[in-house]
């Protein structure tokens, strides 16, 4: 039992930290198939945003894992918590102009 709390901690540790490093704009390389788009598809897109909108999610993933390890009845509800706003997100970056430039 004590080694799920210690991985569940060092994962939600990991996610906070490049949440963090996303929101601020850095580390944007993490985010698949930015880095081997060409300059001319990089400048259409807007990184910042992108990177902000991902670090976003990582911090509520990172939220919601803490959340299940204190409250065990939330574990039953731990894929939708995790399937509905993955499906958000996905639609929100796709259909929003706010990350195209």
């Keep these: 039992m004590n080694s799920d709390l210690a991985l569940q901690f060092s994962i939600s540790l990991i996610f906070i930290v490049i949440g963090m490093q996303l ?4 580390w944007l390389m993490l985010i698949a198939g930015y880095n081997t788009m060409s300059s ?6 807007n990184g910042q945003a992108l990177g902000k909108a991902l670090g976003i999610f990582l911090l509520y993933f990172a939220v919601v894992i803490l959340a299940t390890t204190s409250l065990p009845a939330l574990a039953d509800l731990f894929g939708w918590l995790i399937l509905v706003p993955i499906g ?3 639609i929100y970056v796709n259909t929003s102009a706010k990350f195209k430039n």
Excluded: D
Aim: charge should be positive.
């Design 88 to 90: 958000f997100l996905l």
């Design 23 to 26: 929101i601020r704009g850095k």
């Design 40 to 45: 001319e598809k990089r400048k259409r897109i």
